[in-house]
Nanobody, 120 residues
Framework: QVQVVESGGGLVQAGGSLRLSCAAS????????MAWFRQAPGKQRELVAQ???????NYADSVKGRFTISRDSARNTVSLQMNSLKPEDTAVYYC??????????????WGQGTQVTVSS
């Protein structure tokens, strides 16, 4: 069984910083990519940042230059450093892990989400 658990959300003033962390645990063959998504009230879930097992990363335009995704493959963790936060960054942030549990089985696993609230 695979588990994905986030931590690090909270309340911060505009211009402040937060760091989110996510750990994948359980029995699996390989983590192919890890990503952060977010969902604000009344909006669709959107990709914030993604990083592959080769270290390649990509970001939503709205967070480029402010957010940094990093990964520790040895520990099966991914982090999201969020700087210069804006009220529009307020959302529930979800960690996603693209995991191969065997040679022929691969799927996405989601964490439970962590609330990030940025006050103006």
């Amino acid at each position: 069984q695979v588990q994905v658990v986030e931590s690090g959300g909270g309340l911060v003033q505009a211009g402040g910083s937060l760091r989110l962390s996510c750990a994948a645990s359980g029995t699996f063959k390989n983590i192919n990519a890890m990503a952060w998504f977010r969902q604000a009230p009344g909006k669709q879930r959107e990709l914030v940042a993604q990083i592959t097992n080769g270290g390649n990363s990509n970001y939503a335009d709205s967070v480029k230059g402010r957010f940094t995704i990093s990964r520790d493959s040895a520990r099966n963790t991914v982090s999201l450093q969020m700087n210069s936060l804006k009220p529009e960054d307020t959302a529930v942030y979800y960690c996603n892990a693209d995991i191969s549990t065997s040679l022929f089985q691969r799927r996405n696993y989601w964490g439970q989400g962590t609330q990030v609230t940025v006050s103006s």
